[in-house]
């Protein structure tokens, strides 16, 4: 026989495709040919699959090799090949019975002595398998818990090569995944930590039951990133199908934690303020990684001293936000990454960040000005929830006896508003405030009566206030509105939000 085909899997962005590797063997001067899209670690691949086999004490076959990876006009990258090319070079010299492989996916990286080495974005690769009604898939041992999570899937592992030859050849066992306990509760900190701060606290609630951003302003030491730290703690635990899209993220970009557990808590990414414009949204060479922006998808991206940050970087940051995806183009094709997400910005008044009102603080009116414009209007403008914060007092420092509501009491409420807005909004196919669209709220039966919105109303006629703030406003009083048990926002919910809007009555 000189002709095999073993089915294998590839990515393009966060989508897993099934690929079909064709081997073919004619006679001729030795050489072996890659075709199909393939980047440059699939042409390396020849030389690790060649070594792989020899060292398996499998023969390599000294004839002209093809290798065809279909569909041929489909981008392939990465390593993950070179198990399934593996195996169809040797089914196609005559090495090995394929019919055991029939109907199952292939997936690992091969190391010269033959040993099968874990790669990168195995879950959404398997998912791509049981989408195509393949029911069955072979992955690296350190990769079996992570594919194990997609139901509707038999997993079995391999650590070498020769174990994968024996299985084909003799029906020798191949190895089971471990079994993944239930998840670990967070262990992140808790909002009773943070002393004082009752509008930061207020704010905070809001932004996690309506899923808005939130940008915090003030001194040094009045608890921007402690209120920032603990947005995870408060939020709902990530359903089936949010968790397999955070965890698919986090396997493509080689962070997912060795236990292959779904992620069922909000990530936090908290990016240094030196970040590059490719770290926040994405990028790199062939196929484009994901950023922070898509790693914290579903959960908190926190940009701690945002002034700091570039203007390019933070720029970059206004479409995902606005639509909560992220395009990345590249000369080999564009790449598409999810990343809704609930942006904090903090923030101090000026550079030197020392007590203003007094004889500390060198900074001029211009500068202290200067420094907060590096937050663009614009950007700003995408985020709900603006406050400042004034320093802590003594008494609020030193207060006991639990004086301040913990995590999990503050997360029973935003829970309980998360699931009013839920079944609210479920006709329309969304889920929190801040994702439904401006339009629909100014329409019946959603539409807040003239006596509710006039303040508003004025605001936007004056010009103090734009259409996209508007909405948002909007929005957040049904968030405000929900949190206190009401089916629909007053005139007094439409002044919160405005309050938290704008830090107005702080």
């Known amino acids: 026989m000189s002709y095999a085909k073993v089915l294998g899997a590839g990515l393009v962005g966060v989508t897993g495709h099934v690929v079909e590797v064709e081997a073919d063997l004619a006679p001729g001067l030795p050489a072996v040919v890659i075709s199909g899209l393939p980047d440059t670690a699939l042409h390396e691949a020849r030389d690790r699959v060649r070594a792989a086999i020899v060292n398996s004490g499998e023969k390599w076959p000294n004839r ?33 019975p394929l019919l055991p492989l029939d109907r199952v996916v292939v997936l690992g990286e091969l190391g010269l002595d033959g040993t099968v080495r874990p790669v990168r974005g195995v879950l959404p690769m398997v998912a791509a398998a049981v989408r195509a009604g393949l029911g069955r898939v072979i992955v690296p041992v350190d990769n079996a818990a992570e594919a194990a999570v997609i139901p509707g899937v038999r997993v079995r592992a391999v650590d070498t090569l020769h174990r994968l030859v024996g299985f084909v050849r003799d029906g020798t066992p191949l190895l089971e995944p471990s079994a993944s306990g239930p998840t670990p509760p967070p262990d992140g900190p808790d909002l009773a930590d943070v002393a004082g701060q009752g509008l930061g606290r207020r704010a905070l609630e809001v932004t996690a039951a309506g899923g808005h951003h939130l940008a915090l302003l003030g001194p040094p030491g009045a608890g921007k990133t402690m209120l920032a730290e603990r947005l995870p703690s408060i939020l709902p635990e990530l359903d089936d199908d949010a968790a397999l899209e955070v965890t698919a993220l986090h396997s493509i970009a080689g962070v997912l934690p060795s236990d292959g557990r779904l992620l069922r808590h909000p990530p936090f990414q908290a990016p240094h303020h030196t970040a590059t414009v490719p770290a926040l949204v994405g990028g790199g060479a062939g196929l484009a990684r994901p950023g922070a922006v898509s790693l914290a998808h579903r959960g908190v991206l926190f940009l701690d001293e945002a002034p700091e940050f570039s203007k390019g970087a933070l720029e970059a940051l206004r479409q995902p936000l606005e639509h909560g995806w992220i395009r990345l183009a590249r000369t080999r094709g564009g790449t598409e990454y999810p990343a809704r997400v609930q942006l904090v910005l903090a923030a101090n008044p000026c550079p030197c960040a020392k007590p203003a009102g007094d004889t500390q603080c060198e900074c001029s009116p211009l500068t202290r000005r200067r420094y907060l414009g590096r937050l663009s209007g614009p950007l700003l403008d995408r985020v709900d929830v603006q406050v400042t914060l004034l320093p802590v007092r003594a008494a609020e420092l030193m207060a006991t006896g639990g004086a301040h509501e913990s995590s999990a009491t503050v997360g029973a409420r935003v829970a309980a508003a998360r699931a009013a807005a839920a079944e609210r909004w479920a006709p329309i196919g969304r889920r929190l405030n801040a994702e439904i669209p401006g339009p629909l709220l100014r329409r019946s039966p959603w539409r807040l009566p003239g006596h509710d919105t006039d303040e508003l109303r004025a605001r936007l006629d004056s010009g103090s206030l734009s259409a996209r703030g508007f909405d948002r406003i909007i929005r957040l009083a049904w968030t405000v509105a929900d ?18 809007r704008t830090g107005e009555g702080a």
Do not use: C, H, M, Q
């Open 483 to 500: 949190l206190d048990g009401r089916d629909r926002p007053d005139r007094e919910d439409v002044r919160e939000a405005i309050a938290l």
């Open 64 to 96: 002209r090799i093809t290798l065809n990876l279909l569909p041929a006009d489909l981008p392939k990258y990465g390593s993950a090949f070179d198990l399934a090319i593996a195996t169809a070079l040797l089914g196609g010299a005559g090495e090995l």
